[in-house]
Antibody, heavy 120, light 110 residues
């Protein structure tokens, strides 16, 4: 089965750091761009970052650029998100999402999400 | 980033047809099309339609997507209780090099 499993969420104080991981299975990981999308409590979806299959193209949303870093390890079928300088408004469920092999066609596989809470 | 515009809520009767809209501009929906996602409370989103208006495998034919200019639409026919969910549109914005999402439409099936 095609599957994405996120981990690494937790409670962190403002200004702290966290590293999220997403482990993929059931498909050829390096053939797909991957995304992080977050959802604050009671709010809609917000795109965070994208990385293509070779890590040659990396993009960030305005609210996280300069604080978050996306990376991937294809031999390990893993996607990562390093979160630094965390703020209260970064509190959200963070989803890992696969893009269809046709670039920008849509995010066709989603993980269950990992919760990040920024609070003192 | 400014997102795509969706009506916050839509209510329709059981077995009726609902059409949800998503308005962007020429940098996103207009030239890229929009993908549609469904999210039930407490669950991750699920892709209903790719930006070329094709359905992924396993998605009911009751869901169909289309586009006219800068506005994308998702039509759901024969509404069922399980269709009650939040619906999001998404598109790649070529001017920002970023994915943009709509704010979501909460569909209530009466």
């Amino acid at each position: 089965d095609v599957q994405l499993v996120e981990s690494g969420g937790g409670l962190v104080p403002p200004g702290g750091s966290l590293r999220l991981s997403c482990t993929a299975s059931g498909f050829t990981f390096n053939s797909h761009s991957m995304n992080w999308v977050r959802q604050a409590p009671g709010k809609g979806l917000e795109w965070v970052s994208s990385i293509d299959g070779t890590s040659g193209y990396i993009y960030y949303g305005d609210s996280v650029r300069g604080r978050f870093t996306v990376s991937r390890d294809n031999p390990k079928n893993s996607l990562y998100l390093q979160l630094n300088s965390l703020r209260a408004d970064d509190t959200a469920v963070y989803y890992c999402a696969r893009e269809d092999v046709n670039w920008a066609y849509g995010m066709d596989v989603w993980g269950q999400g990992t919760t990040v809470t920024v609070s003192s | 980033q400014a997102g795509l515009t969706q009506p916050p809520s839509v209510s329709k009767d059981l077995r009726q047809t609902a059409t949800l809209t998503c308005t962007g501009n020429s940098n996103n929906v207009g030239n890229q099309g929009a993908a549609w996602l469904q999210q039930h409370q407490g669950h991750p989103p699920k892709l209903l339609s790719y930006r070329n208006n094709k359905r992924p495998s396993g998605i009911s034919e009751r869901f169909s997507a289309s586009k006219s200019g800068d506005t994308a639409s998702l039509t759901i026919t024969g509404l069922q209780p399980e269709d009650e969910a939040d619906y999001y549109c998404s598109a790649w914005d070529t001017s920002r090099s970023a994915w943009v999402f709509g704010g979501g439409t909460k569909l209530t099936v009466l």
